[in-house]
Nanobody
Framework: QVQLVESGGGLVQAGASLRLSCAAS????????MGWFRQAPGKEREFVAA????????DYTDSVKGRFTISRDNAKNTVYLQMNSLKPEDTAVYYC??????????????WGQGTQVTVSS
């Protein structure tokens, strides 16, 4: 059973940056596609970004392209989400996600508990 633990959320002003981290355990990290979803108050959970097993393939939702970068360190069993030029509409609980299948935006089997990101205007 894969376990995912997020960290790095917080309260920032618009235009600032944050880096989220997600540490995975209980599985073979290098065999998993990893990614991030988010859920804002009153809205459904939405896909943000994903990265393939060897970092060659990435996938982003349109609203974060050019601002967010996903990366992974297979030696540390960790995936990161670098978020730059944050906007108030990025405010949400961010969830780490994983699955052995791709694309992660379509099929996701494992979830973290979430970390809050709040961007003030």
């Amino acid at each position: 059973q894969v376990q995912l633990v997020e960290s790095g959320g917080g309260l920032v002003q618009a235009g600032a940056s944050l880096r989220l981290s997600c540490a995975a355990s209980g599985g073979t990290f290098s065999s998993l596609a990893m990614g991030w979803f988010r859920q804002a108050p009153g809205k459904e959970r939405e896909f943000v970004a994903a990265i393939g097993r060897s970092s060659i393939v990435t996938d982003y939702t349109d609203s974060v392209k050019g601002r967010f970068t996903i990366s992974r360190d297979n030696a540390k069993n960790t995936v990161y989400l670098q978020m730059n030029s944050l906007k108030p509409e990025d405010t949400a609980v961010y969830y780490c996600a994983a699955d052995s299948r791709w694309p992660l935006r379509v099929v996701t089997n494992y979830w973290g508990q979430g970390t809050q990101v709040t961007v003030s205007s």
